[in-house]
């Protein structure tokens, strides 16, 4: 099965608001973590990514959180606008070649 | 720059059928490529990926088959199609080993009827 989650499948947040996006990730193993964006029919896009030798990244309005002890990941937006409306997949390293990617969570903006 | 391409991007074929998806990438030399496929509503499931020309890796047994016959070309193939090979396709490329991030095709959707 997979090794990692999202916690939940859905969010709805206000334009404007900030969002947060967490995931769950069982291997401990695991050295490299990115965040994807995918719009309706398309492939998905990077968005930000984190090293296990860190604690904290920050990109353009998106920062993603990793907690080693607890093995959780969030990828925070800020001031979330109508074009973040998309699933957001977290990913992890599986091995020299391999990422494993969570369900996703669909985030939907309200104007 | 990099690009990669991926079709057709959408197919509807009847339980039975063959099937080959192709992707090509443009812009870089000796890509790890990947073929995932995405159920509706789920995440990412790894299928095939590739590290070198006529290496084919396979991570589920399944109805399918992939081949690298060039360098820069991934082709997903089955020789009767089934139902359940419904879904979005991904084509993914990676130049690092390891660690690598994975630069994603626009995917091309099968309908199985």
């Known amino acids: 099965g997979e090794s990692v989650g999202l916690h939940l499948p859905t969010l709805s947040v206000q334009e404007g608001d900030n969002s947060i996006i967490n995931c769950a990730y069982s291997?401990?193993?695991?050295?490299?973590f990115i965040w994807y964006k995918q719009e309706s029919g398309k492939g998905p896009q990077f968005i930000i990514d984190?090293?296990?030798?860190?604690d904290k990244r920050q990109g353009q309005r998106v920062t993603v959180l990793l907690n080693k002890t607890v093995k959780h990941l969030s990828l925070q937006i800020a001031a979330t606008q109508p074009g973040d409306s998309a699933v957001y997949f977290c990913?992890?390293?599986?091995?020299?070649?391999?990422?494993?990617f969570g369900a996703g969570t669909t985030v939907t903006v309200r104007a | 720059s990099q690009t990669i391409h991926q079709w057709p991007a959408t197919l509807v074929q009847p339980v039975g059928s063959p099937l080959s998806l192709e992707c090509t990438v443009e812009g870089t030399s000796n890509p790890n490529l990947y073929w995932y496929r995405q159920a509706a509503g789920r995440g990412l499931q790894l299928l095939f990926y590739s590290v070198g020309i006529g290496q084919i890796s396979s991570e589920v047994p399944q109805n399918l088959s992939a081949s690298r016959p060039q360098d820069r070309q991934f082709i997903l193939s089955s020789k009767k199609l089934l139902l359940s090979d419904s879904g979005f396709y991904l084509c993914?490329?990676?130049?690092?080993?390891?660690?690598?991030?994975?630069?994603f095709g626009e995917g091309s959707r099968l309908t199985v009827l």
């Open positions: 990913a992890e390293n599986m091995d020299d070649y391999k990422l494993s």
């Open positions: 984190i090293r296990s030798n860190m």
């Open positions: 993914a490329w990676s130049v690092l080993r390891g660690s690598g991030e994975l630069f």
């Open positions: 291997n401990s193993a695991s050295d490299y």
